[in-house]
């Protein structure tokens, strides 16, 4: 499983792509504590007043001793802009100015992911035991849908199942999670069947999840890359700034128009994205097409 880490690494590449300066950067020539107020650095003179990154925490330096190599951190300036204070290794690269911070990519790619819930869903597996003594099962509380009902045969006989085909979902059951399925097809006593339920798509932690974990399949993965290059390089635009220019403008009367470049390749992604999402859609309506069955009153 690819790590949510991976794609915020893969969309910066595409956002730099873009860009016609890059950052500026160096690296740390010992370990930072989480409370450091200095840090050492290979390269000082690449440093200044203002923000860096190092890892995914961003940091507001004061001042620079160039003799010492050092970069002196104000009592405010850890943890900076939502960032959490964290340990950071020797030889970590340290971004000076970063224009398109991993945290802020970050909360982008998962604004995105949640947005497709509109058009999208996860799929997930739950499965329960079959009993003589109840019909009714308890599902997820964010459960949308039952998509099938799979009962399987005798596993000592044979490796397939059949489908039940007589169930009901009942969205406002009276289950804490007010989720509740009736299965009236009695699986077999003691034997473990299978409930593909539909659910909203999640936000991920890119520190300890997986791209799977927002319930999209792994072929989605350009699809959120482009919606957050989209979102980005248009934020991006509004900065009118030469060492961050989208393209290559130099002169006076070209930088004016750098919101309306920057607005043309955010475009551009929105359309990769808006393509590549629709034949997702498709692919995900004709994998999981809810399978025919009986319902009954509650």
């Known amino acids: 499983m690819a790590s949510f880490g991976q794609l915020i690494d893969d969309t910066a590449a595409q956002l730099r792509s873009f860009t016609r300066d890059q950052e500026l950067s160096t690296w740390l020539t010992s370990d930072v504590s989480d409370s450091a107020t200095e840090i050492f650095v290979n390269s000082p003179d690449v440093l200044s007043r203002g923000r860096i990154e190092i890892d995914s925490e961003l940091i507001i330096l004061e001042d620079v001793d160039v003799t010492r190599k050092v970069g002196v951190i104000p009592p ?30 970050h909360d982008t790619l998962n604004q995105v992911i949640l947005a497709m819930s509109g ?9 329960f035991r079959g009993s003589t003594t109840r019909v009714s099962y308890e599902l997820p509380w964010d459960t949308q849908k039952v998509l099938s009902v799979s009962i399987p045969t005798d596993p000592s006989i044979t490796r397939d199942r059949w489908y039940a085909r007589e169930w009901t979902f009942d969205p406002n059951a009276d289950y804490p999670s007010e989720k509740g399925l009736y299965v009236y097809d009695c699986p077999p006593v003691g034997r473990l069947f299978n409930v593909v339920i539909s659910r909203p798509l999640r936000a991920v932690d890119f520190e300890t999840q997986s791209f799977n974990d927002s319930l999209l399949p792994d072929s989605s993965w350009d699809v959120v890359m482009f919606g957050a290059a989209a979102r980005l390089i248009a934020t991006a635009g509004t900065y009118q700034m030469n060492t961050r220019a989208v393209g290559s403008q130099t002169t006076l009367g070209a930088q004016m128009d750098l919101p309306q470049a920057a607005m043309n390749t955010s475009r551009h992604f929105y359309g990769l994205y808006e393509k590549r999402l629709e034949e997702e859609v498709m692919k995900l309506l004709n ?12």
């Not at 943890?79 to 020797?90: E, L, R, Y």
């Open 119 to 127: 058009r999208m869903f996860g799929v997930d597996t739950v499965s």
């Open 76 to 105: 405010f300036g850890r943890g900076s802009d939502g960032t959490v204070p964290a340990i950071h290794a020797a030889k970590s690269k340290v971004t000076v100015a970063p224009l398109f911070p991993r945290k802020v990519i």
């Open 287 to 298: 994998k999981y097409v809810t399978r025919a069955h009986y319902s009954r009153e509650y």
